[in-house]
């Protein structure tokens, strides 16, 4: 089917490949840059048989900084000059609900928040334009939270606020929680107050304020020896303690990959690449998108949906240990080296 239609002059037209590579597992391993990732990603800058460059982007379900810091970062991390408009991470889909909330008090959970008050900046940056921490509420009154303590740190960055008198329009977890039990507590009580105050419980019979995560990955790869929790695996318990004293099902959005939303953004950032005259040294044909991951529940299973192909590498959360992929990848590969070598190679 890809190579059924000729071109004007007769010939079969070659397919324009692009790439979205996951980062967590796939190019590295924690704070480590895998070997293979260099090797992949100078395939891609022209490093070919056909010296083309050929377009990529990274599909992240981490996140912390903005996209123009991440770029920085990774420009760094591999050499090469990495554009914020290559970068998606977890939480940049969040700017969608800007519309919604972009002046109502909404809390935000999560984050590296690195240095302390960055997280709160990106989301601001993003335009939302009342963003209140669980540092805040912690900082206001510490018996809402008595088992933990805001850092000396994030005391310097606290917005200051009268909570019993701020009604949050809703919930938006930015990055992981590095404080599950204040942040568990803190979702819980926006949620189940009638009007959106901490600390004010109704009936809940109220219309339940509105909760988005960032991402819904249960696990990761990082460079310990088996995968980590992740998100979503905070998501499951923020969703149990609600059910079990609300008496209701939690109502919840939730970004990042493997949903259709972020692949969409994707799509439409790599069509504009595909579009620039320097990346755009292949021959004209359709667009064959892989994305290169390592969790089948989330790349695979958001590429599958998408209509995009995916290689399943082995250095991240899957292992062979655990049987056939749920969500089946069209190569399974080492390495990203191997799966960048051997899409080429089928694209070709
Ligand atoms: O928290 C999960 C996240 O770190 C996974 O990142 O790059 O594997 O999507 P990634
Ligand atoms: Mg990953």
Not at 14 to 30: E, H, M, N, P, Q
Not at 294 to 304: F, K, L, Q, T, V
């Amino acid at each position: 089917k890809e190579i059924s239609h000729q071109s004007k002059r007769g010939q079969i037209p070659t397919r324009k490949s692009a790439f979205a590579f996951d980062i967590d597992g796939v190019l590295k391993a924690g704070e480590h840059v895998l070997p293979q990732a260099r090797r992949a990603l100078a395939m891609l800058e022209g490093k070919n048989a056909k010296n083309a460059k050929i377009p990529y982007i990274f599909i992240t379900n981490g996140g912390g900084p903005s996209e123009t810091e991440r770029a920085k970062k990774l420009s760094k991390e591999f050499e090469l000059d990495i554009k914020p408009d290559q970068v998606i991470q977890a939480h940049t889909v969040l700017q969608s609900l800007t519309k919604r909330f972009a002046d109502l008090p909404v809390l935000m959970i999560g984050g590296p928040d690195r240095p302390p008050g960055a997280s709160r900046k990106v989301m601001e940056d993003y335009g939302f334009n009342n963003v209140y921490t669980s540092h805040d509420i912690h900082a206001w009154q510490q018996s809402s939270w008595p088992f933990s303590r805001p850092s000396k740190d994030q005391e310097s960055s606290i917005r200051k606020g009268d909570f019993s008198k701020v009604h949050f329009a809703a919930v938006l977890v930015f990055h992981d929680s590095r404080d599950w039990g204040r942040d568990l507590q803190y979702i819980c009580d926006v949620l189940r107050s009638p009007d959106g105050r901490i600390g004010v419980v109704g009936d809940d019979t109220h219309e339940q304020p509105f909760l988005a995560f960032s991402h819904g990955d249960l696990i990761w790869g990082n460079d310990f020896t088996a995968p980590r929790f992740g998100q979503g695996a905070f998501q499951e318990a923020v969703k149990a303690v609600y059910e079990v004293t609300s008496g209701r099902p939690l109502e919840a959005v939730t970004f990042g990959k493997p949903q259709r939303l972020t692949y969409e953004y994707a799509d439409a950032l790599l069509r504009e690449r595909m579009s620039l005259k320097d990346e755009n040294t292949q021959a004209d044909g359709e667009m064959s998108v892989w994305m290169i991951g390592d969790n089948p529940a989330s790349d695979i299973a958001g590429a599958n949906g998408f209509g995009w192909k995916s290689a399943l590498v082995r250095t991240g959360v899957y292992r062979d240990q655990d049987g056939p992929p749920k969500h089946k990848p069209t190569i399974l590969v080492d390495d990203v080296e191997e799966a960048v070598r051997k899409a080429i190679e089928e694209d070709w």
